[in-house]
Every structure is written in C-alpha cells, then in structure tokens.
C-alpha cells in the first residue's frame, strides 16, 4: 500500500461542477503539496500546506493534520481544469513521495 | 527565461548506450531534485542535491549518476541503458525554506 493514496482515480463532470480531490496518508510530514500535471506534461506547483486551508482563485486546498488527510477543492469548474492533479507529502526533510494522482476531465 | 530547464526533451536510444539529461535552473535555489515518472504515471524521488552536496540517493540502479558542478547544475548520467529505464525523468529545484517546488518540463526517455 502507497504511503499516499489519493481518490477519485478517475473524475469526469460537466462544466461549472464543485470538485473534490482526497489524499490520505500515512506518514508523518512536515508539508503537503498539491501538484498539477497538464496532458502536455509539465507539472505545476499549486499549494504547498503545513495547516489550515489555502485557496488561489477558484482553487482551494485543506489539510487535516490530525487525520492525516488533504483535499482539492475547484469551485466552477472549466475544460481548462483538466489535468492530473498529483498531491505528494514531504517526509524526511526534503523528499516528497507522491500519490498515483487524480485524472480530472472536465466536460464542457 | 525558463526557471528549470531540462534539455533535451526528447531521447530516444537503443539498449546499452550512455546517455545525459542536463538540468539547469536560474531561481537560485538551493536544492535540486531529480523524479523518474513510469508509464503508469507514478513519480518518484531518485535524487536530492543540497548546494552541490548529495542528500537524498533513494534505491536507484549505480548505472544512474548524478553529477552537480554548481547549485544550478544538476546531470543526469545514466550508463548501459535498459528497456526498464524507459519513463520521463523530471527535474525540479525549491529553496532552502521549502516554500515549494519548481519542475522542468521532463525529458521523455525511450530505450528501444
């Protein structure tokens, strides 16, 4: 079993729909990351959380130490969201180990 | 002027081969990482340089050598290439206070 597991595997929804991304862990952290990675393939740093909640235009991220659990929340969403979004753990100092991702489509 | 780039983009080599993926980044980091993502899309930490120094060398193949001249420099040098060796090999750098990370846009290894 993977240190971190996120859910869905897979999202599809229609334009304009709320979004939720889990990521449990279960590991000790000093750090989560949520990262997105676009079908051309680069990847992009969107929050990096130690507590609390964190939110960048339509995009939201919370982060429950006691539970060890992360969410990824995109409020109405667009085709543009479409992208794996990939939440990783920082253990150790300065390694991150990273879940499977999360597929999103986002129909318009 | 690309914050982490990594050259080349593309690679594609038969079995057995050496070959070099170069990285550079000019935010002035300090820590330079290297990330292998296999076919089914899974990354995972290879190596960690601190200001030129190794600090994280996760189980990784000796045929794969990092090398780092200066703080924004890290290589990748991997010898007598494998068909298993075939992934996208992402470099990233962050600073010092870990505020977050930087990626390259990934080389595209194949071994044929």
């Known amino acids: 079993k993977n240190e971190v597991e996120q859910s869905p595997q897979n999202l599809t929804a229609q334009e304009g729909e709320f979004i939720t991304i889990n990521c449990s862990y279960s590991?000790?952290?000093?750090?989560l990351h949520w990262l997105q990675q676009h079908p051309g393939g680069g990847i992009v740093s969107l929050f990096m959380l130690s507590s609390g909640k964190k939110k960048h235009g339509r995009l939201i991220a919370t982060i429950n130490i006691q539970e060890k659990h992360s969410s990824l929340h995109i409020t109405a969403s667009h085709p543009r969201d479409s992208a794996v979004y990939i939440c990783?753990?920082?253990?150790?100092?300065?390694?991150?180990?990273f879940g499977q991702g999360t597929r999103l489509t986002i129909n318009p | 002027d690309t914050a982490v780039s990594q050259t080349p983009k593309y690679l594609v080599t038969q079995m057995g081969n050496d070959k070099s993926i170069k990285c550079e980044q000019n935010l002035g980091h300090d820590t330079m990482y290297w990330y292998k993502q296999d076919s089914k899309k899974f990354l995972k930490i290879m190596f960690s340089y601190n200001n030129k120094e190794l600090i994280i060398n996760e189980t990784v193949p000796n045929r794969f050598s990092p090398k780092s001249p200066d703080k924004a420099h890290l290589n990748l040098h991997i010898n007598s290439l494998e068909l298993g060796d075939s992934a996208v090999y992402f470099c990233?750098?962050?600073?010092?206070?870990?505020?977050?990370?930087?990626f390259g846009s990934g080389t595209r290894l194949t071994v044929v």
């Open positions: 990783a753990v920082r253990v150790g100092g300065q390694k991150l180990v």
């Open positions: 590991v000790g952290i000093s750090a």
């Open positions: 990233a750098s962050s600073p010092r206070t870990e505020y977050g990370y930087t």
